[in-house]
């Protein structure tokens, strides 16, 4: 009789843990080798085919950069890449960081409130999670975790296997790369990598930047270009790739006649729907006055200062005038409403200029406003209003034209009739024949007549860019950094929709006035060049601000302290030197 060798309980619990850890390792192997099958198969995802090639080439490239149409849903496909890189690969820690926290915390809240909800296995793998303004993180139970981080100094005790940087066109460069870039120090290191015949399964660290396009004059546009260059090595693990609005219409993300009624829109912008739609680069255009690079510099400040009447909300206080601080209100007339090209309409900024110890000033344009389709007396109210309302001690007018009626109804008495003031005459400062228009002989001398002739334009736009340049003029950060601004404000997130908006229209005004600064073109005409802009674009803004920035430049000849005549060599005298004879 044949005797059979019976397996023990314990062999046979061995082998079936060692048959169910094979299948684990060789499904693992797969899921690693397709990471867009495991979204489907454990988390149930369904993606559409652009987002199966970008989750695949996150997971397999070393540095990876998406440059993405607005409304694409980089922010839910790098969700969707965190939990599958954390349950895939065990310990491994993740750090997304972006300009401001709540960005970043967008991608744990598509986490949290998305994926989670609909995925009974992930939630399984979760242990923990927090989503706030001071702690956002989420925990998983075989070890990894995904965190949130200021780009900023303060962050430099992060550490990280994967870094993932949103919009990385708003990071400052510097910031990057001595902050963010150093929290990648070690590699993700897994037992089995003690054993030799595994060390080359050894990983790396991953960088991931996502964002729309910007201007070629940005630090972006030149990381981008060394990402195209590494692409095409195969020695290295880079990876770029930039998805149109053209793809998100085609999977269904976007409407098409959506599309067609944003472009129809009067105010529409080819150039930063190309930008933040078509994931293409702006450039300065051969021919540009204005470098993209000089200006954008110049965008430091944070605060704009809001007239009472703009806001429904009058906590809203304007400071007085500081020590030598002169204020000056701008304004480049129009009153006809442009409908066909949009190209006209009245700009009106408002610059606190600030002294300095070297006897110059420091422009600050700290507001700013549009209005088309105004009567003469309508923008003038609007002018003295806002000139009082802000305790401007200049106004810059270009009297030329039309100008001349603004100029006429301020130099008389204007009643308002939503507060039932009536603001006295205003007379001109600069040139006698004006001052003699104003009836009111007493009436303060505070209006700079501006006569735009060929040579007053010449040394203006001349003046403007080396103010800009030599960082004699700071404009207001872009709309998007002022998002963040705008919500430390007590009581912004219960304020009106339209009290919102007020809000922002300062920076937003900014953002179009640095368009048109970059869209300007020039020629020379005889010893003077003339600034022109192209067919289609505005240069209401410019004008004004180039008036702005002309009067304080005058008010700054024309408070600088006069050179003496003092000759001190008058008062050094030598006498004829006797000569002694031995």
Known sequence: MIQTNKKTEKEVANDKASKIMDGVATWCSFYRSNPHRFAKDYLGITLKLFQMILLYMMNASNYFMYLAARGQGKTWLTAVFCVTRCILYPGTKICVGSKNRNQANEVLEKITTDLMINSDNLRMEISDYSVGQNKAYIEFRNGSWIKVITASDSGRSARANVLITDEFRMVDKNIINTVLRKFLTAPRNPKYLNKKEYKHLAERNKEIYMSSCWFKSHWSFEKAKAYCANLVNDAKKYFICGLPYQISIKEGLLSKEQVEDEMSEADFSEMAWDMEMGCLWYGDTDGAFFSYEDVSKQRTLKTAVYPPSSLSDKKFKIPDLAIGEKRILSVDVALLASKKQNNDAASIFINSSLPTKSNKYIGNLIYAENHEGLHTSELALIVRRLFEQFKCTEIALDVKGIGLGIYDALCRDIPDPINGAIYPPLSCCNDQVYADRCIDKKAPKVIWAIQATAQFNNDMYLMLRDGFKQGYLNILVNEFEADEILKDIRGYNSMSS?????????????????????????????????????????????????????????LERKFKPKQSNFDPTTMIQFRQPQIRKY
């Open 498 to 554: 339209s009290d919102k908006t007020k809000l922002q229209l300062p920076y937003i005004q900014t953002t179009l006035l640095v368009n048109e600064l970059i869209n300007l073109e020039y020629e020379t005409k005889g010893v003077n060049i003339k600034v022109f802009e192209k067919s289609g674009m505005r240069k209401d803004r410019v004008s004004s601000i180039g008036y702005n920035y002309w009067v304080q430049c005058q």
